[in-house]
């Protein structure tokens, strides 16, 4: 059974210090992101938990972070709440019903499914216990390993933990639901003088209207948001965030990883000056006013706010109407031989990232570099 724990750790002298979140099995990007930091032993190196399901590498997550700690005594990974979930439905016989549900409606990726593939099992054809008991005994070792990992870490002017604390003094009493699943930390706040740092929700999920993965710094709240949407959001990155510290004394650098192809303006791409609208979680459902050829109007019920948005972001399901991901309306302007990334390619648009700004523009205005 896993329970809170938390971690103390004071550092005399400079540091530095990187912190990663919500990795969710994406252990080629991670190891990227680790060499673009110039991650060394020296180096404390934080994770914030989620750093399996979505992916198709967590058993190779777990064994690498495993060598890492075995490498370094500066290595803290701490628990999230998709460890926690998936340790309780694997290992609680109450909830071995639960795997199925999970394996049909949630888990398209993740620790279970690859057991069951190394195991050659077909989930469908077994009963849930004995199914249950397969799993259990095959990542025993994974989950004596999550068993072990921390809620929290206090390391001088910074608390790490998954989600968030709850809003009092005494936050080493905080829930283990408030501290891997909270929701509302960044909204909510919190009432102590250290910098909190926090994964979990997708940075872009905070801004109203653009997608921007990056890392939120909010010196008012002494919130950090790090979490850049890797397995969730078909837009994400990897964060990091980089404190170079010295005692109390510190400095904050981000950095980041985005393996998206570049493409380059083969002319300049003019726009008129828009009002931008964007669809986020939790608010997908639309209403179809005009079909287009390429961009559909819609209302999004939620805000009663009218744009169009492209046809191949759109689905139906229980005759309702809705966003299929994260979505901006904003056209994209360019200047030649300006760069930007390709997210993808619908119908005769592009999907892009310029510098920070993500939106459409006709794809036979780029050339690949």
């Known amino acids: 059974m896993i329970k809170v724990r938390h971690l103390e750790k004071r550092i005399e002298g400079k540091y530095r210090c990187i912190v990663v979140s919500d990795i969710h099995s994406h252990l080629d990007r991670f190891i990227e992101l680790l060499k673009k930091v110039n991650y060394c032993q020296d180096d404390y190196l934080v994770i914030l938990g989620d750093f399996i399901e979505k992916g198709n590498q967590a058993l190779e997550m777990i064994d690498y972070l495993m060598q890492l700690q075995r490498q370094s005594d500066r290595v803290y990974v701490l628990l999230g709440n998709c460890e926690y979930a998936i340790e309780k439905i694997v290992n609680n016989e109450n909830y071995a019903s639960h795997i199925v549900h999970y394996l049909n409606h949630v888990g398209k990726g993740g620790i279970i499914r690859q057991a069951l593939s190394a195991l050659e099992i077909d989930y469908t054809q077994l009963p849930a216990k ?121 400095k904050l650098l981000t950095d980041y990883v985005q393996p998206l192809p570049i493409y380059q303006a083969k002319v300049d791409v003019l726009v008129e000056k828009q009002d931008v609208h964007k669809v986020a979680w939790p608010s997908f459902e639309v209403q179809v006013i005009k079909a287009g050829k390429n961009f559909t109007l819609c209302r999004q019920i939620d805000t009663n706010q009218t744009f169009k948005i492209k046809n191949e972001f759109l689905y139906q399901k229980d005759n309702k109407t809705y966003c299929l991901d994260d ?8 200047n030649k031989g300006e760069l930007v990334k390709l997210i993808g390619i619908f119908g005769p648009y592009a999907y892009v990232i310029k510098d920070n700004e993500i939106g459409w523009v006709k794809f036979c205005y780029l050339k690949k570099c």
């Open 327 to 334: 979505y901006v309306d904003c056209m994209v302007g360019l």
């Open 130 to 250: 004995q199914l249950q008991d397969i799993i259990k005994e095959y990542l025993k070792p994974c989950f004596e390993y999550l068993r072990t990992l921390p809620t929290t870490l206090h390391l001088n002017n910074f608390i790490f933990v998954h989600a968030g604390l709850e809003k009092r003094v005494d936050w080493q009493n905080s829930s283990l639901s408030s501290l891997i699943e909270m929701r509302t930390f960044y909204q909510d706040g919190h009432c102590l003088d250290e910098y909190v740092v926090v994964g979990h929700l997708p940075t872009s999920n905070h801004h109203q209207n653009r997608i921007d993965n990056n890392i939120i710094i909010d010196k008012e709240k002494r919130i950090i948001c790090i979490d850049g949407g890797t397995g969730v959001k078909s837009i994400s990155q990897l964060n990091a965030l980089i404190i170079e510290g010295n005692g109390n004394e510190y």
